[in-house]
């Protein structure tokens, strides 16, 4: 019988190697075409891009799952460990922030779109069960339901982005900068006490049940995105986000299919414009996104855990196949993901990030509910 086993294995482990093997020299090749075509700073967001995507899909490092196993077990290790990460970005990122104010901080205006965006993201994330992030990675390992849930969050950021300036218009307050209004060491030692707050908290909360996540994989997964953060931030001059490059992907697939985007008060804009008429490898986020869906597969691989079989009623598939076109959409109109807003936001002293941070979850209460409603697992 132990024969039979260890045949077995060897064969699947040796598949496993190949694959590897290949994704690997594709990643290279990738970064040499990369580097040659466009230049060595697109390059290396390449690489920071693969990163994350090995990062999350190697430790399940989920946002969405994160906060919904506080809401429905109290185990706070998923929340801790995103504390984590932003910690290790805001140590390197605020003060490369105070003595280069040329980098951009990942700052969003105080508006109506951005509480009402962020509450839907966070309903809508539970249900498609992954932010922005999350879609990426699962999709990249070839998770069926994200699989799905990518092209429509593709085609809500873009029409998200297009109505942005008409939300805008309802009321909205320039964006707030603790780096800009505090300085560094204040930014520091402001957030980082709040962090540590709520971590307490978090843990006076906590369950009894066993974490969902055991090991030391989480915490090298939150120190290693927050280390690639901060790389983010110095090698593109801006910090680490997912959403843009998804909306930019519907922009130029609307293009092509011949829709006229330059009257659009978004993507009608020069920067825009610019940006749809360029390769898509010249945009700094949908390079790194693009990285992060090869990492993820190439970890996934390395597990055996590449293209998971799923299998889910009829509604629940067309519940999370709208629940990607509200991702997309809220996205947008809340200046980011759980990438982007919460977490880029707070380690770059952003005060959106945390009013994101916050409709957010209250938005996930009612996300986790109707995920329950519709017979989804936690």
């Known amino acids: 019988m132990a ?5 077995t294995a060897a064969p699947a482990a040796s598949r496993r190697g190949v694959a590897c093997t290949a994704l690997g020299t594709g990643a290279v090749l990738a970064f040499a075409a990369i580097t040659w075509l466009v230049g060595w700073r697109q390059g290396l967001l390449w690489l920071i891009g693969l990163g994350y995507g090995v990062l999350l899909s190697a430790a399940a490092f989920g946002f969405t799952t994160g906060w919904r196993v506080w809401i429905t077990r109290r185990d706070p290790k998923g929340l801790w460990a995103q504390f984590v990460g932003i910690a290790v970005a805001m140590l390197l990122s605020v003060p490369l922030l105070a003595a280069h104010p040329e980098l951009d901080a990942a700052d969003g205006p ?26 990426l990675y699962k999709a990249g390992l070839g998770h069926p ?49 709040a962090l540590a707050v709520l971590a307490a908290l978090l843990w006076r909360w906590r369950g009894t049940a066993p974490s969902r996540w055991s090991g030391a994989a989480v915490w090298v997964a939150a120190v290693g995105l927050g280390l690639l953060a901060a790389a983010n931030l110095a090698v593109a001059g801006q910090p680490w986000g997912i959403v843009y490059g998804l909306g930019l992907w519907g922009a130029k697939i609307a293009q092509a299919l011949g829709v006229d985007l330059q009257h659009n008060a978004f993507w009608g804009q020069p920067v825009q414009q610019a940006q749809l008429h360029a390769s898509v490898l010249a945009d700094n986020t949908s390079v790194t996104d693009l990285g992060l869906l090869l990492g993820a597969l190439i970890a996934a691989s390395a597990k055996g855990k590449a293209c998971p079989t799923v299998r889910l009623p009829r509604r629940q598939w067309l519940a999370a196949i ?6 997309g959409y809220s996205s947008r109109l809340a200046f980011g993901c759980n990438v982007g807003a919460y977490f880029s936001g707070i380690a770059t002293g952003s005060v959106h990030g945390w009013v994101w941070f916050g409709c957010a979850f209250a938005g996930s209460l009612l996300g986790v509910r109707l995920r329950h409603r519709l017979g989804m697992a936690d």
């Open 3 to 7: 024969g039979a086993l260890t045949s």
């Open 110 to 135: 105080l508006s109506l779109s951005l509480v009402v965006g962020a509450f839907v993201f966070g309903a809508a994330m539970q249900v498609a069960d992954g932010c922005g992030s999350g879609t």
């Open 145 to 193: 339901v994200s699989l799905a849930v990518l092209p429509a969050f593709v085609f809500g950021s873009f029409v998200g982005a297009a109505q942005l300036p008409a939300w805008l218009s309802l009321g909205a307050w320039p964006p707030l900068n603790l780096v800009q209004a505090l300085g560094a060491g204040w930014t520091l030692a402001a957030q980082l006490t």
């Open 322 to 327: 709208v629940a990607g076109l509200l991702l």
